[in-house]
């Protein structure tokens, strides 16, 4: 008995040594890009929880209020020499399609709107919010009309910008044109 | 007489099994074997009748005595009342017992099928959004920089200690201006572009960028929310310390030239403006930034 102890105590050290074990060194990394940005929208949305579960105790109901920004544009990388045709001073040029470059919601432009938790139930805990506020922040990214809306605007005003930039080039006719178009 | 007795009392019950139960006991009596062992021998003509009485009585009763006495049959009755009592008591708790179970899984049942029924209506709804804003923009994003970082805090509460600790991923686009930027067509095929100094667009950390890993009791939306601009201000600096502002301004370079050569110049010169103050106040001239191009022999397609 005595002898089991005598090895089963270092070993339990050993693994609750091993699992307390910090990790101390961030993950981070550099990408270089080449994204266009030509339109900005700002949303605002309520994001709002009823949580039904345990009603018998009383309500537990949250609302957020949350302001996002939305930028689209063009990636210049997907842009090959194959994609511009100049002949004298006309030039044609084919542009990808605008896509979502990013999304932001700052901490700061969550506010918190209304909160009822009666006596009996537990607050909303950080990781409840954080889905919560996901749910939220994946309804923006999954609005088919919302996506649409931006990537139109982008396409014109990227349209604009090249005919612009071109015309300062020196080019005289200009076709800014999309792939898949 | 004890048939009589017997189907009587069977009747008065209501269970011919208990009664059958009784009997095939009775049938082992030692007391009931004594009886018959203490009866007189019987004469022939009574012994015929006997015979004859006894063809008519059931095979389990052939055993008994033809006439018990009466404090036998008392006692025996008393006995199959009290058992019987006893063997209805025993079913009466049984099935009281049985029911309460019943019960009891009953409620744990709809307790469960409550909760889960709960759990999908659970749901988070969403009102739909509304562009408030549109604004047309010229952002050049050269680079992108993404840290996975760790934010946490502990406070004192009644004499013990609470820890948050959230994990944060974050994103920082950085890139140039366009809508400031300048150009000058030298010739027919060469140009000076100016670009404005790179500058921080966004740094994006979402709700899905962040995970508790860690939180005891109950911290509140305002405090989460300082130690998540905490995290979002480190990766900023991480960002600016690893050079992701360098980074950004010799990819836009990089990538400028590559456009202005891809749309037929052959020579294209970019400068990035330096951020203002210090020189401005200075007076010392500009200078940095330049990148002269060589000439690109196949850039016209």
Redesign the interface.
């Known amino acids: 008995m005595k002898r089991s102890i005598f090895w089963l105590l270092p070993m339990v050290l050993l693994l609750s040594c091993t699992g307390c074990k910090k990790e101390e060194q ?30 018998f105790f009383g309500d537990r109901k949250v609302l957020f209020s949350v302001k ?2 939305l ?1 689209a ?1 063009i990636d ?1 990388d997907k ?1 090959s ?1 194959e994609d ?3 002949r004298g001073s006309q ?1 044609k ?1 084919t542009l990808p399609q605008p896509e979502i ?8 432009d ?1 506010k ?1 709107a209304y909160s009822k938790v009666s006596a009996l139930r537990t ?1 909303y ?3 409840e ?12 990214r999954e ?1 088919e009309s ?1 996506r649409s ?1 931006i990537v139109d ?1 982008a396409k014109a ?1 990227a349209r604009e ?1 090249f005919e612009i ?2 015309r ?4 005289n006719d200009i076709e800014v044109a999309f792939e898949d178009e | 007489m004890e048939e009589e007795y017997n189907q009587a009392n069977c009747m008065e019950h209501g269970n011919e099994d208990e009664h059958k139960i009784e009997v095939v006991g009775e049938s082992t009596n030692p007391e009931g074997d004594k009886s018959s062992s203490e009866e007189p021998p019987q004469s022939e003509p009574e012994q015929k009748d006997a015979a004859k009485q006894s063809s008519k009585i059931p095979h389990s009763a052939e055993s008994q005595p033809e006439e018990p006495k009466d404090e036998d049959n008392s006692e025996r009755k008393g006995n199959l009342l009290t058992s019987i009592g006893s063997l209805l008591k025993g079913a009466n708790q049984l099935v009281r017992t049985l029911i309460i179970l019943a019960v009891v899984a009953l409620v744990a049942w709809g307790i469960i099928a409550w ?1 889960q029924r ?2 999908h ?2 749901v ?4 739909t ?22 934010v946490s805090a502990t406070r004192k509460k009644f004499m013990k200690s609470e820890d ?1 600790a ?1 994990i944060a991923k974050g994103t920082v ?1 950085v ?1 140039f201006d ?1 809508s400031k930027m300048t ?1 000058l ?1 030298t010739s ?1 095929t060469s ?1 000076v572009i100016t670009l404005p100094p790179p500058m921080v ?8 960028d ?3 890993f860690q ?1 005891d009791g ?2 509140d ?2 405090e ?2 300082t130690y ?2 905490l995290a ?1 201000s480190m990766i900023l600096s ?1 960002a600016k310390a ?1 050079g ?1 502002m360098e ?1 950004a301004e010799e ?1 836009g370079i990089e ?1 400028m030239t590559e ?2 050569h ?4 052959k020579q294209v010169t970019v400068h990035v403006k330096k951020p203002e103050p210090a020189r401005v106040e200075s007076g010392v001239p500009f200078q940095g930034g330049a990148l002269t191009v060589p000439e690109k022999q196949d850039a ?2």
């Open positions: 961030n993950i981070k990394y550099k990408i270089k890009k080449a994204e266009l940005g030509t339109v900005e929208y700002t949303v605002r949305q309520i994001i709002r929880n009823s949580d039904e579960s345990w009603k996002a920004t930028k544009g210049l842009l020499e511009i045709e100049v030039i040029i470059v990013a999304l932001n919601i700052k901490p700061d969550i918190l607050e805990s950080q990781k919010i954080d889905e919560i506020l996901t749910a939220g922040e994946r309804s923006i609005d919302l809306s605007d005003n910008f930039l071109l300062a080039s020196g080019y | 909760q709960a759990k209506k659970k988070v709804r969403t009102i959004q509304t562009v408030v804003e549109v604004k047309k923009i010229k952002e050049f994003c050269t680079a992108n920089y993404y840290e996975e970082t760790v948050l959230i686009r890139g366009l150009t067509l027919d140009i667009l966004d740094v994006i950390t979402n709700p899905s962040f995970e508790t939180e109950h911290w939306h305002k989460v929310t998540k601009n979002r991480h690893d992701i980074d990819y990538k456009l202005f891809r749309v037929g110049m016209a397609i």
